[in-house]
T-cell receptor, first 113, second 112 residues
Framework: DSGVTQTPKHLITATGQRVTLRCSPRSGDLSVYWYQQSLDQGLQFLIQYYNGEERAKGNILERFSAQQFPDLHSELNLSSLELGDSALYFC????????????FGQGTRLTVV | GQNIDQPTEMTATEGAIVQINCTYQTSGFNGLFWYQQHAGEAPTFLSYNVLDGLEEKGRFSSFLSRSKGYSYLLLKELQMKDSASYLCAVRDTIAGNTPLVFGKGTRLSVIA
């Protein structure tokens, strides 16, 4: 158990809908990262937050947004969902924004039908 | 740009040694990581190199050459449970922000 908690574990929704994925980082970790993993693309970095502020942005679509709350948990919002958004979404956390390894949650498997 | 290359698949025999290579071209560099990921599960941290040379941790070792943009993960005394994907990742320093950039992973199959 990495100490990073993601909910829900599985999510099935229809095209055009909006969903929210939630992540609680390890105790004491200030940095949260969101990644998308699909079969052919590997782990794609989406966005990073550090202590409530956005730190880095990767290949995140405009339909997607995220935030980190004062209690350091984070949410990833995916809207106007398309079939191609079906993937595993991982959250990871680390101590600092220049810390060493990142610890990953178990992921949310999103299926868009 | 950022580019991390590793072989897509490898097969090795139980008890043997396997070396998984990774080459990278990134705009910055602040460390290279190896993660193990079993199908459908979270990646778990294996090793970290920031200086050139070999880091050994039990049956796993990782090597880094920054001048060549090259790393390898060495797995000894392979066990069936080592069948997994192995992900090479680079901490790419961009204006002080340091996300991990991952390769697509190498799927290792250990056979009897």
């Amino acid at each position: 158990d990495s100490g990073v908690t993601q909910t829900p574990k599985h999510l099935i929704t229809a095209t055009g809908q909006r969903v929210t994925l939630r992540c609680s980082p390890r105790s004491g970790d200030l940095s949260v990262y969101w990644y998308q993993q699909s079969l052919d693309q590997g782990l794609q970095f989406l966005i990073q937050y550090y202590n409530g502020e956005e730190r880095a942005k990767g290949n995140i679509l405009e339909r997607f947004s995220a935030q980190q709350f004062p209690d350091l948990h984070s949410e990833l919002n995916l809207s106007s969902l398309e079939l191609g958004d079906s993937a595993l979404y991982f959250c990871a956390s680390s101590v600092g924004w220049q810390g060493t390894e990142a610890f990953f949650g178990q992921g949310t498997r999103l299926t868009v039908v | 740009g950022q580019n991390i290359d590793q072989p897509t698949e490898m097969t090795a025999t139980e008890g043997a040694i396997v070396q998984i290579n990774c080459t990278y071209q990134t705009s910055g560099f602040n460390g290279l990581f190896w993660y193990q990921q079993h199908a459908g599960e979270a990646p778990t941290f294996l090793s970290y190199n920031v200086l050139d040379g070999l880091e050994e941790k039990g049956r796993f070792s990782s090597f880094l050459s920054r001048s060549k943009g090259y790393s390898y993960l060495l797995l000894k005394e392979l066990q069936m449970k080592d069948s997994a994907s192995y992900l090479c990742a680079v901490r790419d320093t961009i204006a002080g922000n340091t996300p991990l950039v991952f390769g697509k992973g190498t799927r290792l199959s250990v056979i009897a």
